[in-house]
């Protein structure tokens, strides 16, 4: 199946660590000679093996056919070599093992899981090798899954946190590749031809745009012939180019939707920071102290504790190649949207002028580091924080050293990097719910 919301949940599961007692696992590191990268752990403890092959084939590569690389991933599953979905499906099935694709705004992401008896292992491998390499985009599964589509995005005009969503990131990003969804327009979805997948995956899924992370019970030699069965079908090609910048917004921007319903959303950002930044973690722990912890969080205690004005209310920076997201978020009573917006505004701003205090400093350290034990690390995550660290070239120690850098983190190097980074002054603010005929003044940052 394909997800096209990883963003926020793919964030919190990245920025954790394995544990703040155990050190990661050792990470090896080639490069094929097909241009793919490879990493791999080895995990002897379970007779079986996750990978995970990215490319730089994200929604951020579909030009003006929005929903092109969504669509072109969802059909990968769907037909390959000599097999249609249902004898795709039947084949995992019967030696229990998956195969799935998913994409978001910079990667297209294909994932696989098999045990290691021989039998089971070789049919999972081919099959996943063809999924791959050899996609058919039957017309009939194209029309099937357009269709499918075209319903949810009509039922998307009548979501007000999607609708909420997508303005925002509109309103952030503008003409770059960043701001539109990765789903698409009810237009573009329509548009899309077979002739646009089949040359959308002959560019992108090429072995030097891709990223092979493994990680299951192989050694070296063993995980080296699996990512040189599994790109092999591919053509070598060229990694694309980078994408553009991102340009810091210049202005605040203010965008009231009407929509019939007795919630309002309101969502605020602004550009905040890219994968491999020098203020990711001052910024991963401010962020914390500010919303991202949950009911612990400066805005939780402030929105929803004092004045009960939102059950839930969130902050994140969503890190991706280019300068991604920084977002926050609530829905509220109509007839308290804007006071419950200036309260945000106001804390975000005393959080710039003071930072964290000392005890919310050492809390938001300790529950980080603390957060994540390492019974719960799958090897199925290992696998996606294998791809990350690939795909966006980070440090192989980048896992290893997360609690320690996590814990360096000083109230000073916070209130530093996020009076760089965030400017009251210049955030989008959205607001989706009933417009009162009477509008308020839009711009009214914090409480008199």
Known sequence: MINNYPYLT?????????????????????????????????????????????????????????????????????????WDADTLAERLEAVGASISASVDRDMASVAGRSLTDPSAYQIWKETMAAVLSQPTFAEADL????????????????????????ALYRQIFGDHPYAEDPVGTIESVAALTREDLVAFHERYYVAANAVVAIVGALDREQADALAERLTSGLPSGTRPPPLPPVPALQEGRFEALDFPSSQTHVMIGQPGMRRGDPDYYPLHVGNHILGGGGLVSLLAEEI??????????????????????????????????????RLVLGTVERFLAEGPSEQELEAAIKNITGGFPLRTASNRQIVEYLAVIGFYRLPLDHLDRFAERVASVTGAQIQDAFARRIDPDRLAIIKVGPVPSAPSEPLAWADD
């Open 304 to 341: 929803r504790e004092k004045r009960g004005l939102a059950y839930s209310i969130y902050s994140a920076f969503v890190p991706l190649a280019e300068i991604g997201p920084f977002v926050m978020g609530l829905q509220t009573r109509a007839d308290q949207a804007d006071q419950a917006r």
């Open 10 to 82: 793919l964030l919190l599961v990245l920025l954790w660590p394995w544990s703040a007692l155990q050190a990661a696992p050792a990470i090896q590191d080639w490069q094929m000679a097909n241009g793919a990268r490879v990493l791999f752990v080895e995990a002897p403890d379970l007779p079986m093996v996750d990978v995970r092959v990215v490319f730089d084939a994200g929604s951020a590569r579909d030009g003006d056919q929005l929903g092109l690389a969504s669509i072109t991933a969802r059909l990968l599953t769907d037909g390959a070599g000599d």
């Open 143 to 166: 029309a099937r899954l357009r269709e499918n589509r075209l319903v949810g995005l009509r039922r998307d005009q009548q979501r007000p946190g999607t609708i909420a969503q997508r």
